[in-house]
């Protein structure tokens, strides 16, 4: 399987910190995606970083990308409690049959007030 | 817009019952797509389409069965329900099939199977 594995499963942080976390792939990607799922509700996307761009910014989202190592990385400043949520990789990997996404097992981050 | 949805949101099968989830979509994207998701296991393709009349397997296919005649409409049938069929299912679809940008997920069908 292409799956993007997140790294760690689970993080628990107070508001105001930052949370980081990390996804590592095996294959070559045209893109990685970051999305994030709430308790009981689809996913939503939160960011898309190509593979030629090496970071991204979006609010207080931050998303590197380091292909020589086959890994990104999330990172949201200032916590919020709202943040606390399932945040998933999703990569395309560029040698597989057209229009296959593979999604990580996920960070479950929760965030206390 | 709608964006993406499905019906129903909550399913009780019993083992060897057939059914259809339904997924549609108002955005006019090409690709749609379907995925399972079961605790710690992350979300796993089941099939998928890059436009009406294409289909293609993905990750876990067997035991489903879609169908693509439309555009807006990307239905999953389950031919004859295992207890092993127990998930979460989600629909997404995408403008750029080819490239994979944004996906679009659905809210969900929470199928149990007794």
């Known amino acids: 399987s292409q799956q993007g594995e997140e790294d760690p499963q689970a993080l628990s942080i107070q508001e105001g910190e930052n949370a980081t976390m990390n996804c590592s792939y095996k294959t070559s990607i045209n893109n990685l995606q970051w999305y994030r799922q709430n308790s009981g509700r689809g996913l939503v996307h939160l960011i898309l970083?190509?593979?030629?761009?090496r970071e991204k910014h979006s609010g207080r989202l931050r998303v590197t990308l380091d292909t020589s190592k086959k890994s990104s990385s999330l990172l949201i400043t200032a916590s919020r409690a709202a943040d606390t949520a399932s945040y998933f990789c999703a990569t395309f990997d560029r040698g597989s049959t057209l229009g296959r996404l593979y999604f990580g097992r996920g960070t479950q981050l929760t965030v206390w007030p | 817009n709608a964006g993406v949805t499905q019906t129903p949101k909550f399913q009780v099968l019993k083992t060897g019952q057939s059914m259809t989830l339904q997924c549609a979509q108002d955005m006019n994207h090409e690709y749609m797509s379907w995925y399972r998701q079961d605790p710690g296991m992350g979300l796993r393709l089941i099939h998928y389409s890059v436009g009406a009349g294409i289909t293609d397997q993905g990750e876990v296919p067997n035991g489903y069965n879609v169908s693509r005649s439309t555009t807006e409409d990307f239905p999953l049938r389950l031919l004859s329900a295992a207890p092993s069929q127990t998930s979460v299912y989600f629909c997404?679809?995408?403008?750029?099939?080819?490239?994979?940008?944004?996906?679009?997920f659905g809210p969900g069908t929470r199928l149990t199977v007794l």
């Open positions: 997404a679809s995408s403008y750029e099939g080819g490239n994979l940008g944004t996906q679009y």
């Open positions: 970083i190509r593979s030629n761009e």
